[in-house]
């Protein structure tokens, strides 16, 4: 009966119950596309990382293994040093320049990298033949609009498209590494060396080696520098996404109080018949919780659905800057936090109708 007369409350007015749904799904698409975003970049770091064909990845002595690409403190005499070493059988030094937030330009010398990871998979284009030549990937190149051909203004210099790429491999970006060297004033410098062996099998073997050799150097497999990528390892990333998790609950709070504070007084008469006919202030409570329950089930429904739509604009608009993944394990919590805030904001207005004196209810116009 209790779970009917809710229903039809709903019902009743489906213009307040939407625009109440759609208010609590808001937080809930904030903190799911947060959460997706978090995930998509890191898994999408990963995957490139791995893409590249390195077994090992070296970096200068001040790095971690955080997403932190703005160091340029590794001597390139290393890379010659680490090409003879036992089983390596191809070193690469890269420089890269953060160009925004989570996008990079990679320097590269494109025939150690091709040795290393394979040729590029050109869409359009080809390799480098000028040096002011730049090579991106397609998701970069529809982000931009990007033709070969077109000029380019990154790091206060005009760049030209040569080659379009699938994509996938290190980076969205990539140029000759001697000229962002020259631009970045860090010439005889590079960001990390990555290690392409001759067995694979011996990689926890070199990295020991390698340790031995170069003690003040982070120097990882990539298998275990790729694992140690997470929320933790980039710098307050954890107390944002918490942040936004209490700014969702106060949101949610808030929109349900106000709906069920206004639907209290709209209801005072119906409260007053339900009093008159025997209802007890607890069953007047528990109507409004479970209205505000039900308003917070369907406001977490409606904005997983809608996280949805984040994903697809995010991918048709930025592609290249931004990866969002859809992350059903959040699911759950989000509906934990939705029903918890709905639950804590109903409390107010349920106590309030509980309180109403049967009498005054029944006289109330």
Known sequence: MTFKLVW?????????????????????????????LTNG?????????????????????NASAALNFGSANLSQGFVQFLAMQPHVKTAVGVL???????????????????????????????????????????????????RVGDPVMLLNHTWHIRGIIEGGQLSHIFVELPILQELDSATGKVSEIFLKLDNPAETNAVVEELKRKMPENPIYSMEVFTSLLSINSIPALRAFTLVVVAIGVVIGAIVVWMSMYMAVL????????????????????????????????????????????????IHAFAPASYQMAIVPLWWPIALFIMLASAALGALYPGLTAARHDAIEALAYE
């Open 266 to 313: 709209m209801r005072t008469r119906e409260i007053g018949i339900l009093k008159s006919l025997g209802g007890s202030n607890r069953f007047i409570l528990s109507i409004v919780v479970l209205e505000a329950l039900l308003l917070g089930l369907g406001g977490t429904v409606l904005g997983i659905g809608m996280s949805f739509g984040a994903q697809w604009l």
């Open 41 to 61: 970049m890191i898994q999408d770091f990963q995957h490139r990382q791995k893409a590249s064909g390195a077994d090992i990845v070296v970096r200068p002595t």
């Open 96 to 146: 890269n320049h953060s160009t925004d937030l989570f996008l990079t330009i990679a320097g590269i010398d494109l025939p150690q990298f091709t040795a290393m990871s394979g040729p590029f998979q050109y869409v359009a284009g080809g390799p480098f033949r000028d040096r002011d030549d730049m090579i991106v990937d397609r998701y970069y190149a529809d982000q931009q609009h990007l």
């Open 8 to 36: 039809e409350n709903l019902k009743h007015r489906p213009l307040r119950s939407l625009l109440s749904f759609l208010l609590i799904a808001v937080p809930v698409t904030l903190i799911l596309t947060l959460v997706g």
